[in-house]
T-cell receptor, first 114, second 113 residues
């Protein structure tokens, strides 16, 4: 079955700790994305990557970092610099980063800062 | 910059009734438009998309949407809803200049028996 997996489903973090959210896809897609979802605010783009070893900041990149060492993997690190990290995080991918391409979404990771 | 407005944050409706979820976007230049559905604690799933051609687009689960260029709208409709349609629905527009997908704030559809 082709798709996108995210792990863990739920993640708890103490203030001041960095945490890494996993995103893997076996769709052979070139482009991958990370979004943050907060109640009543829709989805906001954190980072995206069009090819391996390259990525660009989205609209709310501060306090986050990513890497794209493999085509199928795009992990997101939430650093201690992120002031309000509690949110639902969604990873997505598309064939290419073109505006007409459908994005496929993973099931999400809910991060809670204690 | 592109923006998307979903006018209703919540839409309650009884089962088997028709429903319309409204979506307006900001730019009148050529756009690509999408509707996604999100069930509780899950990712988003594409319902339908408008790229070009016929302004009436049919999607999965009996949903359809109509692209109206003059009104910059892309409203989602279903003639008869089911309990299982209870979910959050997101309208999104592609910004052709940046290739980014801009999402609305979502509409929660609640179907009652």
């Amino acid at each position: 079955d082709g798709g996108i997996t995210q792990s863990p489903k739920y993640l708890f973090r103490k203030e001041g700790q960095n945490v890494t959210l996993s995103c893997e896809q076996n769709l052979n897609h070139d482009a991958m994305y990370w979004y943050r979802q907060d109640p009543g605010q829709g989805l906001r783009l954190i980072y995206y990557s069009q090819i391996v070893n390259d990525f660009q900041k989205g609209d709310i990149a501060e306090g986050y970092s990513v890497s794209r060492e493999k085509k199928e993997s795009f992990p997101l690190t939430v650093t201690s610099a992120q002031k309000n990290p509690t949110a639902f995080y969604l990873c997505a991918s598309s064939i290419e980063n073109h505006s007409y391409n459908e994005q496929f979404f993973g099931p999400g990771t809910r991060l809670t800062v204690l | 910059a592109q923006s998307v407005t979903q006018l209703d944050s919540q839409v309650p409706v009884f089962e088997e009734a028709p429903v319309e979820l409204r979506c307006n976007y900001s730019s009148s230049v050529s756009v690509y438009l999408f509707w996604y559905v999100q069930y509780p604690n899950q990712g988003l799933q594409l319902l339908l998309k408008y790229l070009s051609g016929s302004t009436l687009v049919k999607g999965i689960n009996g949903f359809e949407a109509e692209f109206n260029k003059s009104q910059t709208s892309f409203h989602l409709r279903k003639p008869s809803v089911h309990i299982s349609d209870t979910a959050e629905y997101f309208c999104a527009v592609s910004d052709r200049n940046t290739d980014k997908l801009i999402f609305g704030t979502g509409t929660r559809l609640q179907v009652f028996p």
